[in-house]
């Protein structure tokens, strides 16, 4: 099974017992704390103290400049509420954050599927699809701004003869950047799900066969149970990456047409950066971390009651 | 067998549709303003490499690539260093400290970096270290320690207990015992932390452009970003820019790929 999972506290794990090593019952004393202490230090100093300092500026009107700033209680997140502008991109974030998610792993796992049959090309095949995924996220979405031009000759529209608009129409953009973002993603989620697919023993493949189960039983039944961790860590990452997203809509549309793409990191970016709210910018960031950790908190407790032991 | 035949003529078809925008790219930075006007899909006729040698002075790559290399290669000794021995401590703790420290280095990978970004600039100010190498190796090896941290705990917990034992029963301390017998074990996983960290801190543009923007030690993703602000009509030359921004990330991918599929299934299974 991946270990890219939440593991249960070791105390309440019995020890594994009836298989002693080569080396009996002995165990060695754990190793000293001070081996994870240079790391905490730097955790801490660049993680932790910014991000709960960052919470008590979320309660505060500071601007930026000085040291001049005052408790203002909640008065940040009522100014949320009433900020239509913010409230929208609440959901365009979750909008965007749902489509990514489900359109990254859906197509990641037929690439998956597809590049794990034994093909000639299946080496050159994982290579062209990954390839996206090293290349930076800014320099990503200025190729694709092209790609989307209006201009019926060029671009995605002239591949496809189409006329439509893909950032400059706001019914349109928002779709158009999930999809830049799946282009660029669709890999990373592959080499997960086939990771997950390798560790599938072919025995089971094969009993399974002999039982008479076609093609599509034998993944219901036989690879997708076993792939459980796999779409564990899958969602995760990609449910994260996606309400985080800021370099691609900051340089592919910074929030625009109208407040069409704006989510909630380019709102926090403008307002401390474009309008010097650092105060009122911080308790969006502050809303934006409930967001991470409640959607995460509940995929972990969700997903992982329904992986089986492999 | 037809099947698959069939699978593979899809799959050949579905990477031929995924890699049009690569073929934008590199035919665009190939093309003069009068053919990209023109025919803007066809093959570059004649291609011309005018772009890319006017966009390699324009964008001052040159700097930009010895900047981004310093702080990549930095950050990457540091996150391996710093990652595997802390790793080491939470995955073999049998205390409650044990877990809550783990459950405390998670917590990095759900926060958003937005929170902190306003303190943090703060602090790298105060520190002197703003616009220098040193303020962003800092910067990314905190915010990277987290899921590097998480890639070594897993994999450690997978690893028999036995190999350490017997150097200890041979008299080594934790200390040997982990750098001799335990680190040289974790090399695959070792691979994925140094594959995944370099991708994000080569490619990061954000921060760099918040703690390096006009000290002359832009990184690649900064340089890049504006040059394409400053030429934004000339699609020949700004693609030209991101051919030769991009490149050198890609050519160690090509070079590794091998090792980074490999390295990316074996640190997920462990």
Same mark, same amino acid.
């Given at each position: 099974?991946?270990?890219?999972?939440?593991?249960?506290?070791?105390?309440?794990?019995?020890?594994?017992?009836?298989?002693?090593?080569?080396?009996?019952?002995?165990?060695?004393?754990?190793?000293?704390?001070? $081996?994870?202490?240079?790391?905490?230090?730097?955790? =801490?100093?660049?993680?932790?103290?910014?991000? *709960?300092?960052?919470?008590?500026? *979320?309660?505060?009107?500071?601007?930026?400049?000085?040291?001049?700033?005052?408790?203002?209680?909640?008065?940040?997140?009522?100014?949320?509420?009433?900020?239509?502008?913010?409230?929208?991109?609440?959901?365009?974030?979750?909008? /965007?954050?749902?489509?990514?998610?489900?359109?990254?792993?859906?197509?990641?796992?037929?690439?998956?599927?597809?590049?794990?049959?034994?093909?000639?090309?299946?080496?050159? /095949?994982?290579?062209?699809?990954?390839?996206?995924?090293?290349?930076?996220?800014?320099?990503?979405?200025?190729?694709?701004?092209?790609? +989307?031009?209006?201009?019926?000759?060029?671009?995605?529209?002239?591949?496809?003869?189409?006329?439509?608009?893909?950032?400059?129409?706001?019914? =349109?953009?928002?779709?158009?950047?999930?999809?830049?973002?799946?282009?660029?993603?669709?890999?990373?989620?592959?080499?997960?799900?086939?990771?997950?697919?390798?560790?599938?023993?072919?025995?089971?493949?094969?009993?399974?066969?002999?039982?008479?189960?076609?093609?599509?039983?034998? $993944?219901? +039944?036989?690879?997708?149970?076993?792939?459980?961790?796999?779409?564990?860590?899958?969602?995760?990452?990609?449910?994260?990456?996606?309400?985080?997203?800021?370099?691609?809509?900051?340089?592919?549309?910074?929030?625009?047409?109208?407040?069409?793409?704006?989510?909630?990191?380019?709102?926090?970016?403008?307002?401390?950066?474009? $309008?010097?709210? $650092?105060?009122?910018?911080?308790?969006? *960031?502050?809303?934006?971390?409930?967001?991470?950790?409640?959607?995460?908190?509940?995929?972990?407790? +969700?997903?992982?009651?329904?992986?089986?032991?492999? | 067998?037809?099947?698959?035949?069939?699978? @593979?003529?899809?799959?050949?078809?579905?990477?031929?549709?995924?890699?049009?925008?690569?073929?934008?790219?590199?035919?665009?930075?190939?093309?003069?303003?009068?053919?990209? &006007?023109?025919?803007?899909?066809?093959?570059?006729?004649?291609?011309?490499?005018?772009?890319?040698?006017?966009?390699? &002075?324009?964008?001052?790559?040159?700097?930009?690539?010895?900047?981004?290399?310093?702080?990549?290669?930095?950050?990457?000794? !540091?996150?391996?260093?710093?990652?595997?021995?802390?790793?080491?401590?939470?995955?073999?703790?049998?205390?409650?400290?044990?877990?809550?420290?783990?459950?405390?280095?998670?917590?990095?990978?759900?926060?958003?970096?937005?929170?902190?970004?306003?303190?943090?600039?703060?602090?790298?100010?105060?520190?002197?270290?703003?616009?220098?190498?040193?303020?962003?190796?800092?910067?990314?090896?905190?915010?990277?320690?987290?899921?590097?941290?998480?890639?070594?705990?897993?994999?450690?917990?997978?690893?028999?207990?036995?190999?350490? &034992?017997?150097?200890?029963?041979?008299?080594? &301390?934790?200390?040997? !015992?982990?750098?001799?017998?335990?680190?040289?074990?974790?090399?695959?996983?070792?691979?994925?932390?140094?594959?995944?960290?370099?991708?994000?801190?080569?490619?990061?543009?954000?921060?760099?452009?918040?703690?390096?923007?006009?000290?002359?030690? @832009?990184?690649?993703?900064?340089?890049?970003?504006?040059?394409?602000?400053?030429?934004?009509?000339?699609?020949?030359?700004?693609? !030209?820019?991101?051919?030769?921004?991009?490149?050198?990330?890609?050519?160690?991918?090509?070079?590794?790929?091998?090792?980074?599929?490999?390295?990316?299934?074996?640190?997920?299974?462990?």
């Amino acid at each position: 099974m991946t270990h890219l999972t939440v593991d249960k506290p070791p105390r309440s794990r019995p020890a594994p017992a009836g298989r002693p090593g080569p080396l009996g019952r002995f165990s060695a004393s754990s190793p000293s704390w001070l $081996f994870a202490a240079p790391a905490l230090v730097v955790y =801490v100093a660049v993680v932790l103290y910014p991000a *709960a300092a960052g919470v008590v500026y *979320a309660f505060t009107d500071w601007s930026g400049i000085g040291q001049e700033m005052s408790f203002v209680g909640v008065a940040n997140f009522l100014t949320l509420l009433d900020d239509e502008q913010a409230m929208g991109s609440i959901g365009n974030t979750l909008l /965007l954050t749902l489509a990514i998610v489900a359109v990254q792993n859906g197509v990641g796992l037929l690439l998956a599927l597809g590049v794990h049959a034994k093909l000639r090309s299946r080496a050159m /095949l994982r290579v062209v699809f990954f390839s996206p995924v090293v290349v930076s996220p800014v320099m990503v979405a200025f190729l694709w701004k092209y790609v +989307y031009n209006p201009d019926p000759s060029a671009g995605l529209n002239g591949l496809l003869g189409l006329r439509v608009d893909w950032l400059g129409d706001p019914s =349109v953009a928002l779709w158009s950047i999930a999809g830049m973002v799946v282009w660029q993603y669709a890999g990373y989620s592959m080499v997960i799900f086939l990771a997950g697919l390798e560790g599938v023993p072919t025995e089971l493949h094969e009993a399974a066969m002999i039982d008479g189960a076609g093609t599509f039983q034998r $993944f219901r +039944y036989v690879t997708w149970p076993l792939l459980a961790p796999a779409v564990t860590i899958n969602l995760m990452l990609s449910t994260i990456g996606g309400l985080k997203l800021f370099d691609q809509i900051f340089a592919a549309t910074n929030g625009g047409p109208g407040y069409a793409t704006e989510t909630l990191s380019t709102v926090l970016y403008k307002q401390a950066f474009v $309008f010097g709210k $650092f105060g009122y910018s911080t308790a969006i *960031a502050l809303v934006l971390a409930l967001f991470v950790a409640a959607v995460s908190l509940v995929q972990v407790y +969700y997903l992982r009651s329904r992986e089986v032991a492999s | 067998m037809r099947r698959t035949y069939l699978l @593979e003529i899809v799959m050949v078809a579905v990477a031929v549709a995924f890699l049009f925008p690569v073929y934008t790219l590199i035919a665009l930075s190939l093309k003069d303003p009068a053919q990209i &006007s023109q025919t803007p899909l066809a093959l570059p006729a004649p291609p011309t490499l005018d772009n890319f040698a006017k966009a390699w &002075s324009a964008a001052a790559l040159g700097p930009s690539l010895v900047n981004s290399t310093v702080i990549t290669g930095v950050s990457l000794v !540091a996150l391996v260093a710093l990652g595997s021995f802390a790793a080491y401590f939470l995955a073999r703790a049998q205390s409650r400290l044990g877990y809550g420290l783990y459950i405390l280095f998670l917590l990095g990978i759900v926060l958003p970096f937005q929170l902190g970004m306003i303190p943090l600039y703060e602090l790298v100010n105060d520190l002197g270290l703003l616009g220098t190498h040193a303020g962003m190796i800092l910067f990314y090896t905190g915010i990277q320690l987290p899921f590097t941290v998480f890639l070594y705990t897993g994999f450690i917990r997978a690893l028999p207990r036995d190999y350490a &034992s017997a150097a200890q029963i041979d008299g080594a &301390s934790h200390l040997t !015992a982990f750098t001799r017998v335990v680190f040289p074990l974790l090399r695959p996983i070792t691979g994925t932390v140094l594959i995944l960290n370099a991708v994000f801190v080569w490619n990061d543009f954000f921060t760099p452009l918040l703690y390096l923007g006009g000290s002359g030690f @832009e990184t690649v993703p900064v340089s890049v970003f504006a040059f394409v602000g400053q030429y934004v009509s000339d699609h020949g030359l700004v693609f !030209a820019g991101l051919v030769l921004g991009a490149l050198p990330i890609v050519l160690v991918f090509l070079v590794l790929q091998r090792y980074v599929i490999k390295g990316f299934s074996s640190g997920l299974k462990g």
